[in-house]
């Protein structure tokens, strides 16, 4: 894996060039207005960067439909400025317009914005909008010209978790640990804080559907986590751990609950419950223009309706059933009595498993950069959408992935990568079709930063 080191404050940008260019006017305005405060000249930095990409898959669309006919709807852009103030602080921001299939549609968004106090090597504090530090790449997955792939494997940086699993609003703190021991040293990253997860993302659509909820979001109650990446004595080899704990809810606001036996209007504050908890280890080892790196992950989501849920739930069910066994003559005790027995089996009825999941997925990739022009890459990648299950066609995807990278000067590249899939997991039906079990994807990607 092609990897240029952290570049902290880069990522990108595209029309709504109005509302862009407003955007970024705000971020430099806060940032010169804060350029005050520091003894020392500050030093603004710009930077900004524009993809188009072009996905065709054969007999399955896979991240978002419509790639099955070939589709453009994946490109991305930001513009990003950041500034020292004085020697210890430095704060920047971030915006971005992306597309992704039925996501984003190039609206402008915060894509992160934060202070950075750094106290001494061992410890530094950021306040803010912060990128998640889940695994070796997700810090920098944006960064197009930090790698040679085109997609981050998918089966660890999945591309519809993006907005999950990018950034947290909160508190962090970080450092190097053991510099200058013969074992090497470690970097970490602890934090505590909240997702702000767009009402768009995919895989809240289930649930908008089952519970024909077309409002229904993502609240963020708390996430907390961090990260540990020793830099070994051995020059050019890292190993990684890092881990995040996510609880959140969905508040359900229905005209009708489609698994209602009575289809009445539905109102639940924190109707269903939800807790995600990825876990993430890595070895990665450069030496010269070669880059070995594999990565594992476990993915474990869970999700359980509320009280306050089952309450709003049962209680029509419940006054439905009284008021039949009265009306077939029954006393109050009885008809109470019927009452709850038509309750408890209303909710046993409820079922949401298809919410959760206990996902594994992992990977291991050889990249060569063979001059300052040409990179390639080869992958395989096994992804497991449910780890009890291996033998299933359906909840399990093997990649064979291969691709080049050219280089166009310090700002052009255009990258090319072909992936042969066996096995379905993921891979979304193309209506009037059977799901393959068999099948490929081509990806092409232009690209161009400054």
Same mark, same amino acid.
């Given at each position: 894996m092609h990897h240029q080191g952290p570049s902290v404050f880069h990522p990108w940008t595209r029309?709504?060039?109005?509302?862009? +260019?407003r955007g970024l006017l705000a971020v430099f305005t806060a940032l010169s207005a804060a350029g005050g405060l520091g003894a020392v000249e500050p030093s603004l930095e710009i930077h900004g960067s524009l993809a188009q990409s072009y996905l065709s898959s054969t007999h399955n669309d896979i991240l978002f439909p419509g790639t099955e006919h070939g589709s453009f709807e994946f490109s991305e852009a930001y513009l990003n400025a950041s500034r020292s103030i004085g020697e210890k602080l430095r704060v920047g921001a971030q915006i971005l317009s992306r597309d992704y299939g039925p996501e984003g549609n190039h609206d402008v968004q915060l894509d992160w914005g934060y202070?950075?106090?750094?106290?001494? /090597? #061992?410890?530094?504090?950021? +306040?803010g909008k912060i990128r998640l530090p889940l695994g070796f790449y997700n810090e920098y997955r944006d960064v197009d010209s930090a790698r040679t792939e085109l997609l981050l494997p998918q089966e660890v940086y999945r591309e519809g978790l993006r907005s999950f699993i990018l950034a947290y609003t909160g508190v962090g703190i970080y450092g190097k640990l053991g510099k200058g021991l013969r074992a090497g040293d470690v970097d970490y990253h602890l934090y505590v804080g909240t997702l702000n997860i767009p009402d768009d993302v995919q895989f +809240?659509?289930?649930?908008? @559907? %089952? *519970?024909? =909820?077309p409002a229904m979001g993502l609240e963020t109650d708390r996430v907390y986590g961090g990260s540990l990446f020793w830099n070994t004595g051995l020059k050019g080899l890292r190993l990684g751990f890092s881990a995040a704990r996510f609880r959140g809810h969905y508040d359900i606001d229905s005209p009708a609950l489609f698994y209602s036996p009575l289809h009445a209007p539905f109102l639940s504050e924190r109707g269903l419950l939800q807790e995600a908890e990825p876990k993430v280890v890595g070895v990665e080892y450069q030496r010269g223009r070669w880059t070995l790196a594999s990565e594992y992950q476990i993915?474990? @989501? #869970? !999700? /359980?309706? %509320? &009280?306050?849920?089952? @309450? &709003?739930? =049962?209680?029509?069910?419940? &006054? !439905? =059933? /009284? @008021? %039949? =066994?009265r009306a077939g003559g029954a006393d109050a005790a009885t008809a109470a009595t019927a009452g709850q027995a038509a309750g408890d089996k209303a909710l046993a009825g409820l079922n949401v498993g298809s919410f959760a999941f206990d996902s594994q997925g992992w990977y291991a990739s050889l990249s060569c950069q063979f001059d300052d022009r040409w990179s390639a890459f080869l992958r395989y990648g096994e992804y497991l959408a449910e780890r009890s299950q291996r033998s299933t066609p359906s909840l399990r995807r093997d990649d064979y992935a291969m691709g080049l990278r050219r280089d166009f000067g310090v700002h052009w590249r !255009?990258? !090319? /990568?072909? *992936?042969?899939f066996d096995g379905s997991a993921g891979a979304l039906a193309v209506r009037g079709n059977p799901i393959a079990d068999s099948w490929s994807l081509l990806a092409l990607r232009v690209s161009f930063d400054f």
């Open positions: 029309p709504g060039w109005k509302t862009l +260019v202070g950075d106090y750094f106290f001494n /090597e #061992k410890l530094g504090m950021r +306040v +809240v659509q289930p649930l908008r @559907r %089952s *519970h024909n =909820a993915f474990q @989501r #869970k !999700a /359980e309706y %509320s &009280a306050d849920f089952k @309450r &709003a739930y =049962a209680q029509p069910i419940i &006054a !439905a =059933a /009284e @008021r %039949s =066994a !255009a990258k !090319a /990568e072909l *992936h042969l």
